[in-house]
């Protein structure tokens, strides 16, 4: 992802780390094939903090070497705050669990004294109680994903909290973490899809946009003609392709209302099919939209990427 550095240490490629660095620094200190473990600075110079990506394995026995494993980082950690967070593939309550077998109870209580021996409790959340689900008619759901602090967390990031979205198409639900209040952002930059290229009208809406006349050095005018040019693809775009993605919006909208619905009623056959349908429109929707494939080229009108120069070769040759 332009913008973002990625930390992939494990052959298996379980777990990614992914950050802006103009935001964070990031330094891996330890990792296995169930977890990531770094340290994390903010470029603003906020205090640094621990953090450990988790996806523990399937099996049993091999998440118990895991617990071990946390046990042995905490006491690495002392008085600095520690977040861990991600797939843990286990329960801790029976509460957690609808549908299927019986919880296990003597693995809910090695994963409650790994916790408990690593100080951690869980972070407050919101949203999706359960974070897996089979999305069959006889529907299983677990809370599988968690995230968990140290006291030190608490006491140097109060209003932190976890938010479990809907799980969209995947059986997992997304964890967003919020840290501190989001700082609202500038204008959304122009993206250049490859679509467009298929279309019968782009070749020709380009050559008749590209002749404004303006006035200046040569890097000034082309500022100003493909900022002329934008305006014009953006309106195209919205009349030619806005159909398809609005009706990917309300398929979006509607399955997260029916999975919202589910978490209420996990085991309603009404509510569990609702959920199955709504997923199936959406994924018909998106399948439509994924000749959407979008590069950055163009950010306030300078040409970002050699890409779009192929595009627009054809209309301009002539000129």
């Known amino acids: 992802m332009p913008g973002y550095r990625l930390l992939n240490p494990s052959s298996s490629g379980r777990i990614w780390v992914l950050w802006q660095p103009h935001l964070l620094s990031i330094t891996l200190i330890s990792f296995t094939e169930q977890y990531v473990h770094c340290q994390v600075t903010p470029q603003s110079g906020g ?4 953090f450990t990506a988790i996806y523990a394995s ?16 905490a006491q690495n950690i002392g008085t600095a705050p520690w977040m861990v967070g991600g797939d843990f593939n286990e329960i801790r309550f029976s509460s957690e669990k609808v549908g299927g077998q019986p919880a296990h109870s003597r693995r809910l209580a090695k994963f409650n004294h790994c916790i408990s021996a690593c100080c951690l409790q869980d972070l407050k959340a919101t949203g999706n109680p359960f974070t897996w689900s089979n999305h069959q008619i006889n529907r299983i759901a677990f809370k599988l994903d968690r995230v968990m602090v ?17 799980e969209g198409l995947s059986d997992h639900a997304v964890l967003q973490v919020t840290v501190r209040p989001t700082v609202p952002s500038g204008p959304r930059p122009f993206k250049y899809f490859q679509l467009w290229e298929q279309h019968t009208d782009f070749i020709d809406l380009v050559r008749s946009g590209w002749p404004f006349r303006v006035s200046g050095s040569p890097m000034y005018v082309l500022v100003k003609k493909l900022q002329h040019l934008k305006h014009i693809i953006k309106r195209w775009n919205r009349e030619s392709f806005g159909p398809i993605q609005n009706a990917l919006s309300h398929s979006r909208s509607t399955l997260s209302q029916a999975q919202e619905s589910l978490m209420h009623h996990p085991t309603d056959p009404v509510f569990i099919l609702a959920e199955s349908e709504a997923r199936y429109a959406y994924l018909e929707s998106s399948n439509k939209k994924k000749p959407f494939t979008d590069r950055n080229l163009v950010n306030c009108g300078f040409l970002k990427e050699t890409e779009i120069q192929n595009s627009f070769t054809q209309a301009l040759k002539h000129e």
């Open 47 to 50: 205090l640094s903090y621990f």
């Open 58 to 73: 399937n099996a049993a026995a091999e998440r118990y070497t895991l617990w071990l494993q946390l046990k042995q980082l």
């Open 150 to 166: 140290n006291t030190h967390w608490l006491t140097t990031h109060t209003d932190s909290y976890v938010q479990f979205h809907a």
